[in-house]
């Protein structure tokens, strides 16, 4: 059971990581994306997955689909800011000429490393930045990007290996979009996220860099139920657990946590009032981060140096009532 097989979606190698409670779909030639988490036990998918016939849209907007990566998360006004001297524009692809969500998108990574143990099962895939030339047109300094997945029992770990390959200092983020499913059934679940704050935005929706209080969102940090809710909200983590819990109330339920070194703050979003999904999303860096004027310990922006590489760990935990995991 604890092994990798390969599969197809739309003509693209798929590779699946299989352990007895779950099975785990990585699409590498497609922006590396976690494209599908199916659940054995309880016989559901956890992700919005893209169906075949999506194609067109996933091309559009891949990252409304599984667990994609984001980098840069968020927006940046205008797509411009200068950086070390150097003056970055990235693509105005949104509202208001601004940019959203980064270079990366559908761009191909090489699978380069499988394994399978008694434990679990990993594997690794790569990108160069330097092989888009989009994506240097934007972004000017090389980066090497790793990523390796291993599935173990209910738990599957991602780390994010960032190496940077230039000459100069570059400002680096990196979020990730996860979709999980409420099954259009909000009432049911309660989703629990230590955080301090609030971050405010403007008519753009890009964050000033200032805080307000929680008030209703007090309510997350011990447990709010989805019913009702409609988030688009940025949260300020500070010195609490980065950790989000998603419960059922049959006792089912994810545990979501990242690296508290690098990952400074959650993004909520529903699409509208949450039915279908909930979408949990562990940021670095603060949206619009190099514009905000803010020292890099409250924004999140990592000054990457040449020759510094980087880990970024993401797990998420599935979580099986009690009865359920007796022998």
């Known amino acids: 059971m604890k092994k990798v097989t390969k599969g197809r979606w739309n003509g693209y190698d798929t590779y699946i990581l299989h352990s007895r ?18 659940d054995h036990v309880h016989e559901r998918d956890i ?23 984001l980098i840069p998360p968020g927006r940046i006004r205008r797509g411009q800011f200068t950086y070390a001297g150097q003056s970055y524009q990235f693509d105005r ?61 209910t738990s599957l770990t991602q780390t994010y290996k960032v190496s940077h390959l230039g000459s100069s200092p570059a400002p680096f983020g990196l979020g990730l979009h996860t979709w999980f499913l409420i ?8 989703l629990k996220v230590p955080v301090s704050g609030i971050y405010l935005s403007d008519e753009e929706i890009i964050t000033t860099g200032e805080t307000a209080p929680l008030g209703e969102l007090e309510a997350l940090n011990e447990g709010l139920n989805l019913k009702g809710t409609n988030f688009d909200t940025m949260l300020k983590i500070g010195d609490l657990p980065v950790k989000a819990e998603l419960f059922r109330d049959d006792g089912y339920g994810l545990i979501y946590s ?58 998420l935990d599935i979580v099986h009532p009690a009865e359920e995991t007796q022998p």
């Open 258 to 315: 990242a690296d508290p070194a690098y990952f400074k703050h959650w993004v909520l979003y529903s699409k509208g009032e949450a039915d279908q999904f909930i979408c949990v999303e562990p940021y670095t860096w603060l949206p619009d981060a190099p514009n905000l004027g803010l020292p890099n310990e409250e924004t999140g922006l990592i000054d990457l140096q040449p020759g510094q590489k980087l880990d970024l760990t993401v797990k």
């Open 183 to 190: 099954d259009g059934a909000p009432e049911a679940w309660t």
């Open 93 to 153: 692809n949104t509202a208001n000429d601004n940019h959203i969500h980064g270079l990366h998108r559908t761009q191909a990574w090489c699978v380069s490393d499988i394994d399978e143990d008694e434990d679990g099962c990993a594997i690794t895939t790569e990108f160069l930045t330097s092989d888009d030339p989009n994506w240097m047109r934007q972004y000017p300094e090389p980066l090497k990007l790793e990523m390796t997945i291993r599935l173990q029992g």
């Open 21 to 38: 409670e779950l099975e785990v779909t990585l699409l590498p030639r497609l922006g590396n994306n976690v494209i599908r988490i199916w």
């Open 47 to 69: 992700l919005r997955h893209p169906e075949e016939q999506e194609l067109d849209f996933y091309l559009q907007k891949p990252y409304h689909f599984g667990i994609p990566v």
